[in-house]
């Protein structure tokens, strides 16, 4: 049996904690989390854009701790799951580490490169695994895509277009602030820039052209540049002003032999696609696709069963893996800084 310490118990803590409900050979045995009513089992407050509502639990034969520190100490432990605000991921995983704990934390890694570092190295050095939560491959329209690229069975991956928009996130705590969420680049678009380093691999250098907010990437489109290779990949993410549709997401991904489309939007409450998953093939046909599930708690199900595989096969993971997670972040980085330079920038 896997024993987890969840580290944070807001949104994400609720969402991994119920994830690991429906898994098995895992349990959650220890809770740090400073808010002492959801210590308690109170989760009535938490709030997220998806999954059920939090409600009142019966926590009996968990361990719960204020301070993370001493949670980080439990010998009963094997596992840190840690969903704390960006801006604490890089010290508490390192500590974490240091402290005989294997760590699958949420995205964004971290919100610089360099910090990214530090917890690459404390992995290196402990001998303890490291996961980062990008959930996005799991999603089944990504996980459609991403198994047709590793396949092959449609010929070679010729490049893609992403979207990520959002009404402007009033529900999340700091978003526009550089040190502790990032804004929609590293919030946000993280997730696909995450998807197109695991596609296309590392472009070298990137042109990004947008609005900015605050010093940081507000609205923006990124044309990914792979100077060895015609791939032409692209995306816009950002936030709009208005509320009223808190989410959209969707891809156009080109291989020699087909092309994979889908959009999703939330408008108002109701989530629908804009485009269904669609296949057009060589002979002239769109074939729309059926695709497993469509509820994201399930996306979040099969993430955590793969960082139970992976820990019971003291393996990495090919989509969780630490170093294409601080891919992602320095490729958010680049393309702020083309933002804000307004011109092309090296990788
Ligand atoms: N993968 C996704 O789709 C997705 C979606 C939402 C959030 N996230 C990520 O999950 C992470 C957490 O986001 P969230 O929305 O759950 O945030 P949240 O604010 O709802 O939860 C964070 C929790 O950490 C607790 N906390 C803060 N400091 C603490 C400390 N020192 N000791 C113990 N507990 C402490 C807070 O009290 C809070 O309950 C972020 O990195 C966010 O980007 C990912």
């Not at 294997?102 to 490169?113: G, I």
């Not at 994201?296 to 989509?319: K, N, Y």
């Amino acid at each position: 049996m896997i024993r987890v310490g969840i580290a944070g118990l807001g949104f994400m803590g609720m969402v991994h904690y119920l994830s690991y409900e429906k898994l098995r050979g895992v349990k959650v045995a220890a809770i740090g989390e400073t808010n002492k009513k959801r210590l308690q089992g109170d989760w009535r407050d938490i709030q997220g854009n998806f999954g059920p509502a939090g409600k009142m639990m019966d926590l009996s034969g968990i361990d719960t701790y204020t301070s993370l520190d001493e949670m980080f100490e439990d010998p009963n432990l094997d596992m840190i799951d840690i969903t704390l605000p960006p801006a604490m991921h890089a010290d508490l995983a390192i500590k974490a580490m240091k402290a005989g704990k294997h760590v699958f934390c949420e995205k964004p890694m971290s919100l610089n490169a360099a910090d990214c570092g530090r917890m690459l190295r404390a992995s290196q050095n402990t001998g303890k695994h490291l996961f980062i939560g990008h959930v996005l491959p799991f999603f089944p329209e990504y996980a459609w895509a991403l198994k047709a690229a590793r396949s092959g069975k449609h010929g070679k991956l010729l490049g893609g277009s992403f979207k990520r928009v959002i009404s402007d996130p009033l529900w999340i705590r700091n978003f526009w602030s550089a040190e502790h969420v990032g804004g929609p680049m590293l919030d946000l678009h993280v997730h696909d820039a995450h998807f197109i380093r695991l596609l296309f691999g590392m472009p070298s250098s990137v042109v990004t052209h947008g609005r900015q907010r605050d010093g940081l990437a507000g609205y923006w489109n990124t044309q990914f540049c792979y100077d060895k290779t015609q791939t032409a990949v692209n995306a816009t993410s950002g936030t709009i002003d208005q509320q009223g549709r808190p989410f959209l997401h969707g891809f156009e991904i080109h291989f020699e032999r087909a092309t994979l489309v889908f959009e999703f939007a939330v408008i108002g409450k109701e989530g629908k696609y804009l485009c269904e998953p669609t296949i057009f093939d060589n002979k002239g046909k769109a074939k729309p696709v059926k695709l497993p599930g469509g509820d994201p708690m399930d996306s979040f199900a099969t993430e955590i069963r793969e960082v139970v595989t992976c820990l019971r096969q003291d393996r990495p993971s090919t989509i969780l893996d630490s170093d294409l997670a601080r891919d992602a972040i320095l490729l958010c980085h680049k393309q702020t800084q083309s933002l804000l330079r307004g011109r092309s920038v090296k990788i």
